[in-house]
């Protein structure tokens, strides 16, 4: 393929003695292919070894229950804790969330009924650099009932920071132990009104979630926190594990970046040709 992009402009090449942007974009593109059109920016596997269940501080995370968002920081239920029984997936490491215990075993479990959020601070993504395109997680319920919306943070520091959880719910109904019918849910990053919900959320003191979808598109800004935020109308047990964001991939942005200097540079020598 190298050679086909070569040879399409060998001759202008030796005729101008310089590469036209257009060939320049065609041999990044035969050198680079990306494998994938994104990357992970962050992941975290709640990785735990032992025997017994812990707190969700133990991975970098923090869990508030209820509508005053009380801090719940025990290792077991009811409430939402860490189980060290086998997640899933079982061979993914952490990304940008420190060095996970065991990847194998370990997952996020909420046990009380209610609303509640289960989130982190632990990483900035800077959106200035790279928009995100993704946010997922597993989970394994079983009821269609409990629902989970993604939650996320804008904002560097309070009071200007805002949180935000996502117009659609994820709800799974598989039945089974632990993780093991656990399914992936995945949801498409936008910054469109319509797809995310204002969410106050102070811990300590309020946790509610607007009963509309926004007005206004997401503000700019870093994200500074991500999460889960869940409802649950019985007693049973809510599972998740593995939350990923996922941002393009650097290959991909490249030969973007590439492809509009190609094109303006080809427009400037038109206009300046018929000028």
Known sequence: MIEKCVSSNRLSV??????????????????????????????EVFGVSGSGNKAMSHVGWQAHQG???????????????????????????????????????????????????AWTDEWTIDRTLHEITSISFYSRDNSADDTYRIAIRIGETEPEWEWFASETTFSHAGGGSGMVNAIRHVLPFSTDAAQWRDLTFTPGTELSLATTSRTDALPAGKVTALG????MD???????DTYEVRVPEPGTLLLLAF?????????????????
Do not use: H
């Open 67 to 117: 509508p005053e968002a009380t801090p719940y920081g025990d290792a077991g239920g009811p409430g939402i804790f860490l189980s060290y029984l086998a997640g899933k997936p079982q061979d993914l490491p952490n990304v940008n969330a420190g060095t996970a215990e065991n990847v194998a075993a370990g997952y996020g479990a909420k046990s009380t009924s209610g609303i509640g959020m």
């Open 14 to 43: 030796m005729a101008r003695g310089w590469i036209p942007p257009a060939a320049l974009l065609c041999l990044l593109a035969c050198l680079w292919q990306p494998a994938s059109a994104e990357i992970v920016e962050y992941r």
């Open 234 to 240: 019985g007693a049973r047990t809510m599972r998740f």
């Open 259 to 275: 492809g509009g200097l190609a094109t303006m540079g080809m427009f400037g020598r038109r206009k300046k040709a018929r000028g």
């Open 228 to 231: 889960l935020y869940m409802e």
